[in-house]
């Protein structure tokens, strides 16, 4: 209850910070770039639960995170809904043709699962584009999305526009954070870590990993209607295989470990975006050598990287303590096996 | 705390090889019982049908009754029997208490709580006293990959001990130990067994403390039941000492 | 849908020959290519993910090569030799490091190649649609058979594929390098203790591959238009034929590739939207009912 206490109390002192933020800070492009990354931050954070915490690498990803965009703009623009309810439709939805697609895939593992997503997302891909009519095809929905008044929020207004997507952001990364932390997040790291054990103590891993599938995929749906909303559209290259790819990339710049690493990775990238963009047109090229350097010569996350490094200089200072906890696996696990030795030795 | 385990003319065959041939036997609840065999007889092979890893091409497996075979692992968990592997199969990135408090939610069928706290008080409270029964408490902060061969031993029977079981089946529990270090093992595993009462299916090669601690024996050769009953009848039975102990005595 | 066309279609020999000749083809040009694909997976156990930027490098290669000597001989063997060329020099530098790393890694340094290729293809040759054109030799009267059109190059590619195709089964059954292969398959650290350099012959598995989807890339150019990005669709669909063959099978490649070619070919009269749906229909039971694939040999667990 008190951790509860204290994590409602960062989310409030978060949106808090928005609110006086979007009161001082008149500059758009800081309070746009902010919110890019609260859409794509969440889709990569939504992603890191299937790869990171379950151990489920999903190369389909953002065919959720499309098919919440679509479903949310279709329905703003077509249906009378307020946002809340074209919000809910839209995750329930999500949520439905997940568990439908989950349901084939999480019987398969590691590789097999990557690709079945990765068929399944580009077939989705192709009904995106064949069905003009009510996706606009290859063009995507343009002509806007409108935003209507609900509970008081006016999102025309760009100050409450901006606190909406942090709030939204804040509330959705704080409930992964809460499932992560939860029971289930604790059986998804069991399946995760050893599937075979879990099964043999009684975990229900298909159940489990398809509920994962749903929760994730609800969550890249949110994200997906941050976007819409930002973009006032949706395109089909929100499905596209490559948006899987970099939310895959965001997880690997971020580092796996940490729950934030994802957001960090996204804003990365973002940020690598922004600049690549400046010089050159030719995205794919840098993007991907930029991939090549940090997956082939670091080997890990870009915030592993610089967290370990840092480690190992201040290890040598600090003596025991902190620094202890992230003493390389190996080196401990000498140490505490040869404590336990002269412990048995002496019963 | 019933559990009597009636195998009947199990039979497993890995493409027209007979791996466990028309074995039977039965197991009184709360019995301590060795299985032995030299390396191919089909013992892991009886476990992993017990336990519904692999299904048998003929037989049945029944729990008081209860048919286990055509049922999947999770549910023969649920049934009462559980069992601790050969080579310890852990979590590596939980610690130890972490991975007991899991274990004893997934007991519990607490596993799809998406709202509460892991580990919870409760579960944490369950899982430091089968901790402390096998005496892993100096451990429990530390992470399953660091932990010496003995504790991921003595860990891995924590985890299937976590499940309540009426049966226990232990795979080779001092594979891979010196001769004090499978003593301590075998000492602790017999405390368990009297703290616990369940019945305890295990699988050893050294037959000191096969004989030592075992009420009941079963030997396997070539995957047929050679001969079973208590261990002083069992070392006076020709063929075992011809098959299995020759060379030893 | 339209079944009825379907009906008709089937009711008159010209529509079926036509359409199986139409089937046939991309079915074996998609055999090509998965076979690199299963090969390699088969093998080295590695899912090449960039496989379909090999297929497109090697059309393009084709396509510089006939554009600079006029010669379709040139062409496909340019395709195929410096695709085969290129997958060495990868294996070598990138590719033989990931074998054992994380899945993740893997998909990601295949990602990032995919890119990188798409990317310099356009540099090179340009966004738009390009088309190499019909060899002169194959600018002949198509044949006609039971009232059906046969286009003569048509002819040339089922029988080139049918080589190759019974080129790689030889290879693998018959000769030294072939059983050498199977046993790596199996018991790597066996041959390695023969005193065999495994590391050449993976690097020399994964160049075979290579070139297999660079010359269905190179045979299919004056066929099919070519752009950068059109590796990834061929991906996908030769992925479908590797699981419903059986991932590391070259039968099951060749069996499931000509039965979505012929799918494809026919469910573009009968039912042209959902064509692509059923491909993924039949994927599907035969990942339900059979995971390990029709000829696969493995069984999954979980």
């Known amino acids: 209850m008190k951790g509860t206490l204290k994590e409602v109390a960062v989310v409030v002192t978060i949106i808090a910070g928005a609110v006086i933020f979007s009161g001082l800070v008149e500059s758009g492009s800081v309070r746009d770039s902010i919110i890019r990354l609260c859409g794509v931050g969440l889709f990569a954070l939504s992603l890191n639960l299937l790869v990171g915490y379950t151990g489920l690498l999903s190369f389909g990803h953002a065919m959720f995170f499309g098919l919440g965009a679509y479903t949310f703009a279709i329905l703003l623009r077509t249906t009378g809904f307020g946002i809340p309810l074209a919000a809910a439709c839209s995750i329930a939805l999500s949520g439905a043709v997940a568990a439908v697609v989950g349901a084939i895939c999480v019987r398969l593992t590691h590789v097999y699962f990557a690709f079945l997503t990765l068929a399944i997302q580009m077939l989705f891909y192709s009904l995106l584009i064949a069905c003009s009519g009510l996706t606009g095809g290859e063009q995507g929905l343009i002509g806007g999305i409108p935003r209507p008044k609900f509970l008081g929020v006016d999102l025309m207004q760009p100050g409450e526009y901006f606190v909406f997507n942090i709030a939204i952001f804040v509330a959705a990364a704080w409930a992964l954070w809460r499932i992560v932390r939860s029971p289930f997040g604790a059986a998804l790291r069991m399946i995760r870590d050893n599937p075979q054990r879990a099964v043999f103590l009684g975990v229900d891993v298909y159940r489990t990993k398809l509920a994962a599938f749903v929760l994730a995929s609800a969550f890249a749906a949110i994200a997906g209607m941050l976007t819409a909303l930002y973009v006032s559209g949706a395109y089909p290259n929100f499905a596209f295989w490559t948006m899987s790819g970099e939310g895959l990339f965001m997880i690997m710049l971020g580092g796996v470990n940490g729950f934030a690493g994802p957001v960090v990775g996204a804003g990365l990238l973002l940020l690598l975006d922004t600049v690549v963009n400046a010089y050159t047109a030719h995205r794919g090229l840098f993007l991907g050598l930029a991939i090549l350097v940090t997956s082939l010569g670091l080997r890990k996350g870009v915030v592993d990287f610089v967290r370990d490094a840092s480690d190992g200089r201040f290890a040598s200072e600090r003596t025991g303590g902190r620094s202890k906890e992230r003493a390389s696996g190996a080196q401990s696990g000498l140490h505490e096996a040869a404590i336990q030795q002269s412990n048995t030795e002496g019963v | ?249 | 849908m339209d079944l009825s066309a379907l009906g008709i279609c089937a009711a008159t020999s010209s529509c079926i020959v036509t359409q199986v000749a139409a089937g046939l083809i991309s079915g074996f040009l998609l055999f090509l290519v998965a076979a690199g694909l299963t090969l390699i997976f088969g093998v080295l156990g590695f899912v090449n993910f960039m496989h379909g930027s090999f297929y497109m490098l090697g059309a393009y290669f084709a396509y510089a090569a006939y554009a600079a000597t006029g010669s379709y001989t040139a062409a496909v063997i340019a395709g195929a030799a410096g695709v085969g060329a290129l997958g060495a020099a990868l294996e070598t530098s990138v590719v033989r490091r990931i074998y054992h790393a994380d899945v993740l890694l893997q998909i990601l340094v295949c990602y990032a190649f995919i890119l990188i290729f798409d990317d310099l293809v356009g540099i090179v040759w340009g966004d738009e649609f390009l088309s190499m054109g019909m060899p002169s030799a194959f600018k002949r009267a198509p044949i006609l058979l039971f009232g059906g059109v046969i286009p003569p190059f048509y002819l040339f590619l089922v029988g080139i594929a049918l080589a190759i195709a019974i080129g790689i089964a030889l290879l693998m059954q018959k000769t030294r390098y072939g059983k050498i292969v199977r046993a790596l398959a199996d018991k790597p650290g066996m041959v390695a203790a023969l005193g065999i350099n495994t590391q050449l012959v993976y690097a020399s598995l994964f160049a075979l591959g290579a070139m297999l989807a660079g010359s269905a890339g190179a045979l299919a150019a004056p066929v099919r238009s070519m752009t950068a990005g059109m590796g990834f669709a061929i991906l996908i669909e030769s992925f479908i034929v590797t699981v419903i063959g059986g991932m590391g099978s070259i039968a099951g490649a060749l069996v499931a590739a000509l039965m979505i070619g012929l799918v494809r070919s026919f469910g573009s009269i009968g039912f042209p939207l959902f064509t692509e749906g059923l491909i993924f229909v039949i994927m599907i039971a035969v990942l339900v009912v059979r995971p390990q694939g029709l000829f696969g040999r493995q069984v999954r667990e979980l």
């Open chain 2, 1 to 249: 705390m019933r559990g009597h385990l009636q195998i009947s003319n199990l039979t497993k065959s890995f493409g027209g090889l007979n791996a466990i041939r028309d074995v039977t036997m039965a197991l009184e609840p709360g019995v301590r019982a060795a299985v032995i065999g030299p390396n191919g007889a089909g013992k892991t092979t009886l476990f992993n049908m017990i336990t519904g890893h692999l299904s048998p091409t003929a037989g049945s497996i029944r729990l008081d009754e209860g048919e286990l075979i055509g049922l999947r692992p999770g549910a023969i968990v649920r049934r009462g029997i559980s069992r601790a592997f050969q080579v310890a199969s852990l979590f590596g990135t939980f610690t130890v208490r972490e991975a007991m408090a899991a274990a004893v939610l997934s007991h519990r069928q607490r596993l799809f709580d998406l709202i509460g706290a892991f580990p919870a008080p409760a579960a944490f409270e369950h899982a430091r006293h089968i901790l402390s029964l096998i005496g892993l408490s100096d451990v429990e902060k530390s992470r399953c990959d660091t932990l010496s061969h003995g504790d991921r031993k003595l860990l891995d029977i924590a985890l299937a001990l976590a499940l309540e079981p009426r049966i226990l089946l232990l795979d080779e529990p001092t594979a891979g130990m010196g001769r004090d270090e499978s003593r301590l093992m075998i000492d602790r595993i017999y405390r368990l067994w009297e703290a616990e009462g369940m019945s305890l299916v295990f699988i050893e090669h050294d037959m000191d403390i096969v004989f030592g601690i075992a009420e009941q024996v079963f030997v396997l050769r070539n995957g047929a039941l050679l001969a079973s009953g208590e261990p002083a009848e069992v070392r006076r039975h020709p063929q075992v000492i011809e098959a299995y102990l020759g060379s030893a005595t």
